[in-house]
């Protein structure tokens, strides 16, 4: 991603399409890709739903799990983010 500003967009987007989801734990930039880190299974499911094939500004998502060690080797302090019965 560009940068702040662009940062920032991209977050709220993500936030507001996933508003119903209960909750979003983490969010991690590397590089193009956003991580997210939900709350629950459950949580994981209805955003992955939500977000699979989203088209953002033109741009077609794509969503995929991440077994929740491999997320934090990338975001090591999202393991303070909440408790998570992944």
């Known amino acids: 991603l560009a940068d702040d500003d662009e940062i920032d967009l991209v977050v709220d987007s993500i936030q507001n399409r996933c508003a119903t989801v209960k909750r979003i734990e983490h969010i991690g930039i590397h590089s193009i890709f956003v991580y997210l880190k939900f709350s629950s299974n459950e949580a994981a499911a209805q955003g992955f739903h939500l977000l699979s094939n989203w088209k953002y500004h033109g741009r077609e998502i794509i969503a995929k799990y991440l077994r929740l060690e491999r997320y934090y080797e990338h ?12």
């Open 75 to 86: 975001f090591p302090e999202a393991r303070d983010s909440g408790s998570t019965n992944n």
